[in-house]
């Protein structure tokens, strides 16, 4: 039977950050798309998967060519950051993996260059599939992420 839960999906949102981040990985490849036989794939008998979602939090947004630089803003065990920025158009993205059952509000700081003077959150839930939401604004290289519990939220801006 296919994992189609949230839990799944930040689990292997999870494996990616801990690749590029721990890893220092420069890609990350899913082989399986439809597993028929196992529940490897992103897609599986029929059914989509949460972890196609929050892989898509990646795939959807950190484009070939960005560069993973450092971000301020993680004070819990919960809470997984990665940030990446386009080298050519200084597009900043920012995936935030909450990993936790409470809900968690964190400023997280944009360094290295002019800020975005607003990030738009897509996020992926149990009942949400990259949805996008109202975009926050940046001040001072820094914006407030309000992060559901269990959820995978990439922030983008220009």
């Known amino acids: 039977m296919p994992s189609t839960t949230i839990e799944n999906g930040v689990a292997v949102a999870g494996w990616v950050h801990n690749a590029l981040t721990v890893g220092e990985a420069n890609a990350w490849l899913w082989w399986w798309y439809n597993g028929t036989s196992t529940n490897e794939g992103l897609y599986n008998n029929g059914t989509d998967t949460k972890r196609h979602y929050t892989y898509g939090n990646y795939t959807k947004f950190v484009r070939p060519g ?5 971000i301020t803003g993680n004070s819990s065990t919960d809470l997984l950051l990665t940030a990446f920025k386009s080298p050519t158009d200084g597009t900043v993205v920012v995936v935030a993996i909450n990993k936790g059952t409470a809900a968690v509000t964190v400023p997280i700081s944009i360094t290295g260059g002019t ?17 996008a939401g109202t975009p926050v604004a ?6 407030q992420a309000s992060l559901a519990a269990t959820t995978v939220t990439t922030f983008v801006g220009k």
């Open 66 to 70: 960005y560069i993973r630089v450092d």
């Open 115 to 131: 800020a975005p003077t607003m990030m738009t959150p897509t996020v992926t839930s149990s009942t949400q599939n990259l949805v």
């Open 138 to 143: 940046v001040t001072s290289g820094t914006f």
